[in-house]
């Protein structure tokens, strides 16, 4: 099956940094444009950042300087590092991604979501 998975998400007291992970596993021909989204509690999903399959970056203004997203082709897999956390960046966050499937398949995919809390 073709699917995202996300981890590296936990506990982290303010100021400190965190690394996000998101793996795509399965039959991937390859992988288009990439991102990371937000949901906290009782808002709305949020676009954190997002990366082209050329290495085009866009970020948030409630992120940028602090977040920074990569990824590497090779291994199917996209990254959020996140430093100078703050409280309000405490969310569930998710992968998403648009997914070569086949030479005219192309679908978008979410992952399950990681728990961020940045709290003392």
């Known amino acids: 099956q073709v699917q995202l998975v996300e981890s590296g998400g936990g506990l982290v007291q303010p100021g400190g940094s965190l690394r996000l992970s998101c793996a795509a596993s399965g039959i991937i021909f390859s992988i288009r444009d990439m991102g990371w989204y937000r949901q906290a509690a009782g808002k709305q999903r949020e676009a954190v950042a997002s990366i082209t399959s050329g290495g085009s970056t866009n970020y948030a203004d409630s992120v940028k300087g602090r977040f920074t997203i990569s990824r590497d082709n090779a291994k199917k897999m996209v990254y959020l590092q996140m430093n100078s956390l703050k409280a309000e960046d405490t969310a569930v966050y998710y992968c998403?991604?648009?997914?070569?499937?086949?030479?005219?398949?192309?679908?978008?995919?979410w992952g399950q979501g990681t728990q961020v809390t940045v709290s003392s």
């Open positions: 998403n991604a648009d997914l070569i499937l086949g030479l005219t398949t192309s679908r978008n995919f």
